[in-house]
Structures are given as C-alpha cells and as structure tokens.
C-alpha cells in the first residue's frame, strides 16, 4: 500500500499496517496461519490467585500468549499429620495401643488403633523340683520392661524304673494294676535300716529268718490309695500282696496330664450333644458312672475315613448283648467324642443328624447313631496328648467303674468284637467287686496290657478304606 503525505493518509497506511501484524500474530498464537480462526491456549503462564490447602481447594488464572485468561479451581491437598506423642499410647503385652496423628494446617486428627503385643517369655525357670511322689513346678516371665506378667507349668513326677522286689500290687478287685512294675519300695529291717532301696537291685537276696522286715510303698499314682502305709514281711513269708482301691480324681487335671492303662482319670465334664442345642446336657463321669457299668470313648473327628469306618462297628456292638442279657449300649455309656481342634459341637450336632454324609464318601454303609456325641475339647487333648499310646484317630479308650482306664489303644477295628471284647472285660470287673461272693476277689488276673488284643493300626489299613 502507497502511503500518501496527507495526515489522514499516513494514518490509514499505519492502521493498515498495524492490521496485519495483529493477524500475523493472532495466527501465531493458535498456530493458525492467518486466515484461520483464533484458537486459545491457556498454557502461557499461571498466576496464583488462592492456595490450595488440605481444608479448602485453590483459585488459579491461566493465560493465553493473546492475553486472554481464565480461572482454574486447584484441588485440596495432603493433609501434615505430625504423631501427637501426648495423645498416642504404645501397646502392651496386655493392652492395645492407639497412635493418634494431628494435621498442622487444618487440625484433623487420624486414629490408628494396634494390638496388643502379647507376652515375650524368657526360659522356663524351676520353682519346685519334681518327685517321685510329687510334681514340680515351673515358671517364666516376661521379657518386657514394666511388665510382670508370669506363666506356669506342673513338671511331671519323676518316673521310677522297674524293680523286682513287688510280687504282687492289685487293686481291691484283684485284678492286677498294671502300672505296678514302677513302684518304689523300701524294705527295712527291725532296727530301721534300709536293705533294699534301689531300683536294680533284686529281692534275690536272702532274708534273715530272725528278722521282721517293714515294707514301705511310695509313689502311688493319683487316684489310687493304701489300705495301710506300712507292710510287713518274713523269711517264712517273702511274697507281699498289696491292695490298691482306685476311685476318679475330684480336683482339676494338670496341663501335664496323661493317660495310660492303669490310670485312674479326672471326673471331668462331658457336653452330650442333642440333635438340638436345647438337647444338650452337661454330665460328669461320675454321673455316668452312677448308670452304667463302664464308660467307652471313641475319640474320632468326622472327615477321618478310619473314624467313619468303625463307625458302623460301633453302632452294631452298640445293639448286641453281653453275657447278662443285656445290650453293650444299656451296660456301658457309648460315646463318641470329637478331636479337641477341629470339632464344635454345632459339627458335632451336624454329623450326629446326618452321619451319611460323611460316610456316603467313602462308600461307608449308612447309619443312624445311638451313641452319645460327647464334647469336651480338655478330655480329648488329654487323650491326644498321651504319647505313647495315642497315635491317632480313631482311638478308644475304656474306663471301668472305679475310673481306671483297662484299655486304650489306636485301632481301626475289623468287627464289632473289637469293642465287645473290652466291654466284656469292663462289665465282668463291675460284676465281681458288686458280687456278693467275695471269695473270689483275692485272685489275681492277668496284667490288661498282657491280654489287650493287637492292634490293627491305621496305616496298616488306611488303603483298605480309602
């Protein structure tokens, strides 16, 4: 374009060339060439106009390379937490502890709760030295600083070795108590002097036919008690027979407590379970006892196929008569009690409506159960805990009417005479000492670890069952 002297001229020349250096540069801001439309991009710059903080959002304005602008909220923040250490308290062995944190901008506080730690045992320290005669016991404490927590534990008597000198220990029945071979004796002469005190020494030895001896019997087990503290023996008359009445323990089993032939067991509390929880009952051995001659306990739980597959053993000895005329189930408290950590009662309740299936699985004939369902999570640790003889499930145990256990062995069994066989023995002892003829009371049987039958163990016929 000319550009002319006149004033006005120049102007228009000027406002001409102004012109098109806007388009020029209005094309450069949206990256449109000249005769495109203007697009705005608001990435030029950023002004600040209200922080964001963790209470409240921000105000932004962002700026075209044009000029133009427009405002952007700005989203809350992060809130500062700082641990308030008036505020938060460190758990303990016994307690839980809480960390409490505080924003220092807005003030919210976040609660973090912790469990609590649980004791740090040392090494078990002895208070009392076990006997022969008595347990001992044992403590630990806490590690911990500012905590006293302790825990205790009943060190098992002190086991004695088999002796020779006993001829005969039986109980009052007469039938020989089979724990006898670890009695200790000492046998003394008139004037007080010991002549046999050891475990390895033998009664062998001569006995002076002008010499009374007296016969001190010690570490009786629990449950059983002497007729009399001392015994008295001869040249004339060297065979010593001692009677040894049993009856249940009445106080609480230790921890340490185990079970073998021959031991008399705690009256311990049984929960038979019902088909309904208002069925359930609470009963003590001793209450049934009082109703049956013995007590049978299979110890089982419901996915194990050895358990299922005595089952049906069980329910047929259940139903057979003894040699009184009677059934096993109306002379011995049948029971079948759940393993201490995997059975509930609410299980419990569940197979004994429905043992089929279960037992369906394993092609197991189907049954309704009479037994008793018995749950008692101590009675079966004590059981399971008894290394040897428990070995696993299933195992039975039988205990006789004066609370001693005549049998418990681990044992899939073959026929229902595995279990009528024991009862029998059971139900004969009952018989005997309530028999009005006593004569025969004096003689005695062969020890029950002699006449207990061989044990058909479960890995012998796990793949028999499946």
């Known amino acids: 374009m000319k550009i002319g002297k006149t004033g006005k001229g120049l102007l228009l020349a000027v406002t001409a060339l102004a012109t098109g250096a806007m388009a020029l540069f209005l094309g450069a801001c949206g990256e449109n060439s000249a005769n495109e439309e203007h697009i705005h991009d608001y990435t030029a710059r950023r002004e600040i106009v209200t922080e964001a903080k963790c209470n409240q959002e921000g105000l932004a304005r962002d700026y075209c390379a044009c000029g133009d602008s427009k405002e952007v909220k700005l989203d809350k923040t992060e809130h500062s937490f700082q641990v308030s250490e008036e505020e938060s308290v460190a758990p303990t062995c016994t307690e839980k502890g809480t960390t409490v944190e505080i924003c220092s901008v807005c003030g919210e506080r976040k609660v973090t709760e912790h469990d609590k730690l649980g004791h740090d045992f040392g090494e078990w320290e002895t208070v009392t030295d076990p006997t022969t005669t008595k347990e001992g016991l044992k403590k630990r404490t806490c590690k911990r ?139 003590k051995i001793s209450d049934l006892l009082k109703d049956y001659k013995a007590i049978l306990i299979n110890i089982y739980f419901r996915t ?51 043992p089929n299936t279960y037992m369906n699985k394993y092609n197991i004939q189907a ?66 000492i309530h028999s009005e003829a006593k004569d025969s009371a004096n003689e005695v049987s062969s020890a029950p670890e002699a006449i207990l039958p061989e044990a058909v163990h479960f890995g012998e016929r796990k793949e028999k069952i499946g």
């Open 304 to 354: 194990c196929p050895g358990c299922l597959a005595e089952v049906d053993y069980l329910v047929n000895s259940y139903s057979m008569k003894s040699s009184t005329g009677k059934s096993y189930g109306d002379e011995v408290a049948m029971m079948m009690l759940g393993r201490s950590d995997t059975e509930t009662k609410e299980t419990m309740r569940t197979f004994k409506k429905n």
């Open 367 to 432: 049954r309704n159960l009479p037994l008793m369902m018995a749950y008692c999570p101590e009675l079966a640790r004590i059981i399971e805990t008894s290394r040897p003889p428990f070995e696993g499930w299933p195992t039975t145990v039988i205990i006789d009417s004066e609370g001693v256990v005549i049998y418990m062995l681990t044992d899939v069994a073959r026929n229902p005479q595995h279990f009528t066989s024991q009862m029998d023995r059971a139900i004969e002892f009952y018989n005997k």
């Open 145 to 283: 600083e500012g905590c006293d927590g302790e825990e205790t534990e009943t060190i098992p008597m002190i086991a004695t070795d088999k002796i020779d000198f006993v001829i005969k220990v039986q109980r009052s029945s007469g039938e020989l108590f089979p724990a006898s071979r670890g009695v200790r004796i000492s046998v003394k002469n008139s004037a007080g002097k010991e002549i046999l005190y050891s475990y390895e020494m033998s009664v062998r030895e001569a006995l002076d036919p002008d010499e009374a001896y007296d016969v001190e019997i010690t570490n009786i087990p629990k449950g059983y008690t002497l007729e009399q503290t001392t015994y008295h023996l001869t040249a004339e008359n060297p065979n010593l027979t001692v009677t040894i009445p049993a009856a249940l323990i009445s106080d609480s089993a230790p921890s340490s407590t185990t079970y073998k032939a021959g031991s008399v067991v705690y009256d311990q509390e049984l929960e038979i379970v019902g088909l309904n929880a208002s069925d359930d009952k609470t009963v």
